[in-house]
């Protein structure tokens, strides 16, 4: 392998990096419009992404040249910028699992609202501390 193709996987990492960024994003807006088809396929896409990151890092640290990472300031830039653009990413994925978590809370409350409105029904709580419908709550009695 020659020096440039070292950079060339350090180029291809940061690429990676910056479309996942951007990838993020669009979740956040389909988590935010619960477009849950959209949510489904965004998180698969991340997924591919992930694994490109994680097959770049492995041919970089496979690479020939792998000292050169720590001893060239070229690398070094490449490196630090992957790195900001890592961790942007991981606090925007963190976002968005905390959106996820939220917009499941609010789903959840409707439901039970909707369960509440039916009358026919009683609700109680299982072991749990979930919600659930009892169509014959005390009427089922066999003596």
């Not at 997924?47 to 492995?58: G, R, S, T, V, Y």
């Not at 970089?60 to 070229?74: G, I, K, T, W």
């Amino acid at each position: 392998m020659s020096d440039d193709s070292l950079l060339a996987i350090l180029e291809r990492q940061l690429s990676t990096a910056k479309a996942l960024q951007l990838h993020l994003l669009k979740e956040r807006e389909a988590i935010a419009k619960r477009d849950a088809k959209n949510i489904e396929h965004l998180a698969k896409e991340k997924l591919q992404f992930l694994i490109a990151l994680e097959q770049n890092d492995k041919q970089a640290a496979a690479h020939e040249q792998v000292a050169r990472l720590r001893e060239d300031p070229n690398c070094q830039q490449q490196i630090d910028a992957i790195h900001a653009v890592i961790a942007q990413c991981q606090q925007d994925n963190e976002i968005n699992g905390e959106l996820l978590q939220n917009a499941q809370l609010t789903f959840n409350r409707l439901h039970n609202l909707f369960q509440q409105s039916r009358g026919r029904q009683t609700m109680t709580y299982n072991q749990a501390g979930q919600t659930q419908n009892i169509r014959s709550l005390g009427t089922n009695l066999k003596a």
